[in-house]
């Protein structure tokens, strides 16, 4: 792993450049940047030619500098700036994108998906988004009132941006162990990607498969039952 020790990712300024030095002080990527921060998790911001992306410990791009700004990553989420547009992306690619958001003049925030070459593979108009997993993603359509829209209903897309699974659950999590557990008409069940149902939505509560096993609960009582 190229990536270093928080503690010892620490930017510094030489002859009008930024590089990164440990905090033994030595000096571990050149002074070629505009401007480098700190490293969080072994990973910092880096500006080159206007533009920022974000370096390993060794100063490999592991997101190239194709923004105005990038904020650091909090909640694996960081805000970005390019173009005029503002937003937030995904730092992790799983499937190869990466779901980011951008603010609209016309109406609510809307999210969509990058490539790894920050290009929009599929276009933002979801209300929310999530990760992919096994090429499937599941996201949430705008629902509510015209003029104060809120999250509706929420279905699978793949990796050209259709819908697999139809928006029709009040709630849907990432696929785990083949489910994915959803909340429709107020109880929580698991569905397969076919959209079976694994386990019926039948439950008060519930957390996602692990192992094949999934934990329920009927408001009372807890237990473990094979999805």
Avoid at 59 to 71: K, N, Q, S, V
Avoid at 113 to 136: C, E, G, S
Avoid at 161 to 183: H, K, N, T, V, Y
Avoid at 218 to 227: I, K, L, P, Q
């Amino acid at each position: 792993d190229d990536a270093l020790p928080q503690s010892e990712l620490c930017a510094a300024k030489i002859e009008h450049r930024w590089g990164l030095v440990e905090q033994r002080g030595v000096l571990v990527v050149l002074p070629v940047f505009q401007w480098t921060d700190d490293g969080v998790d072994g990973r910092a911001r880096a500006i080159i030619d206007g533009k920022t992306g974000y370096i390993n410990g060794v100063g490999d791009w592991l997101i190239a500098p194709r923004f105005d700004w990038l904020d650091r990553f909090s909640d694996g989420l960081a805000i970005f700036r390019d173009r005029g547009r503002e937003g937030l992306i995904d730092r992790d690619f799983n499937d190869n994108l990466a779901a980011f958001r951008i603010e609209t003049e016309d109406g609510p925030p809307r999210w969509g998906y990058l490539d790894r070459n920050f290009k929009v593979a599929i276009k933002p108009r979801f209300a929310q988004a999530r990760d992919f997993t096994d090429h499937l993603a599941a996201v949430a359509v705008y629902g509510g009132d015209r003029d104060a829209p809120g999250v509706g209903a929420w279905g699978f897309i793949n990796r050209s941006g259709d819908w697999e699974l139809s928006p029709q659950f009040d709630w849907a999590d990432d696929f785990d162990d083949r489910l994915a557990m959803i909340r429709h008409q107020g109880k929580f069940g698991f569905i397969d990607r076919r959209g079976s149902t694994g386990l019926f939505p039948e439950f008060a509560d519930a957390e996602p498969c692990e192992n094949g096993y999934a934990t329920v609960s009927d408001g009372e009582n807890f237990a473990y039952v094979r999805g």
